[in-house]
């Protein structure tokens, strides 16, 4: 795939795999639309481009219905193609079942799957217009199983694969086509930011999201499997060979899962 002059809109660009895919897209010729709540590390991270001029910031924030609609309009007014939307906004989670106030629960999922909608529909309408389009969904581990402390995250994760997994056969005789992506663990501050039962962050690092891959690495991953067209794929390092076992033994698969530290 030749990404010279496409136009690529990154939902969660700001931070973690979204700002590590902006760079690398950015440097092979894309021009990136960045996207966000916060609009000064948005600014930050445009600055480090390697072609700032490049790119563009539209400063949304996923749980706030009238900030999607006005990011949405904003986009519009750029008059430009939608060649690929890549979804990496979210939030992560870390407390039981039982410990999480139903308004948390709420607070995921409108993070993690709710507020992708509207951009996924507006994206959709764009893409039937120009006859072709690309979107990329970056889920997680997390979206093929439940796990310790996870439960409305993998929850929110799990509703992404059925919405996008049914949206694609519905667009595909537009020329639009959907990837999910399952990372496993990358060496970002997604469990420093994910929240507790009350939705206070925690603040603190998972030992194995430490010992992950860099996110530079996770962004060859995810270009390298965008560039093949697969429907779904996985990224990361030796825990990958968890997709395989969760397959092909999913009764073994959860006696190893269970023994695994929630952190």
């Keep these: 795939m030749n990404w010279t002059k496409k136009n690529v809109w990154i939902i969660g660009a700001s931070s973690g795999i979204g700002q590590a895919i902006a760079h690398e897209l950015n440097s092979l010729g894309a021009y990136v639309v960045l996207s966000a709540r916060n609009s000064t590390k948005l600014q930050q991270v445009q600055s480090q481009l390697l072609h700032p001029n490049a790119s563009q910031i539209i400063a949304l924030d996923l749980i706030n219905s009238e900030s999607l609609l006005a990011g949405i309009s904003q986009f519009k007014q750029l008059s430009i193609p939608i060649d690929v939307l890549i979804h990496c906004g979210g939030i992560s989670q870390r407390s039981t079942a039982m410990e999480t106030d139903i308004g948390v629960c709420r607070q995921i999922f409108e993070s993690n ?3 992708q909608i ?9 893409m039937r217009h120009q006859g072709f389009g690309k ?3 970056i889920s997680s581990f997390a979206g093929k199983w439940g796990f310790y402390l996870r439960s409305s995250y993998a929850a929110s994760k799990h509703a992404l694969h059925g919405y996008y997994e049914s949206l694609r056969m519905e667009e595909e005789k537009y020329g639009i086509k959907i990837q999910i992506v399952t990372p496993g663990f990358v060496a970002t501050d997604i469990s420093k930011n ?15 999201q430490a010992k992950g891959i860099d996110p530079k690495t996770c962004a060859h991953q995810i270009l390298k499997g965008i560039e093949s067209d697969r429907y779904e794929f996985g990224v990361g390092g030796k825990e990958m060979l968890g997709l395989w076992i969760h397959r092909h033994f999913p009764n073994w698969f959860q006696r190893i899962l269970r023994k695994q530290s929630a952190r």
């Design 194 to 208: 994910a929240i507790d039962g009350i939705g206070k962050a925690t603040g603190e690092m998972d030992d194995n």
């Design 118 to 126: 509207p951009i996924t529909q507006f994206a959709v309408e764009t």
């Design 113 to 115: 799957f709710f507020g």
């Design 135 to 137: 979107i990329v969904v």
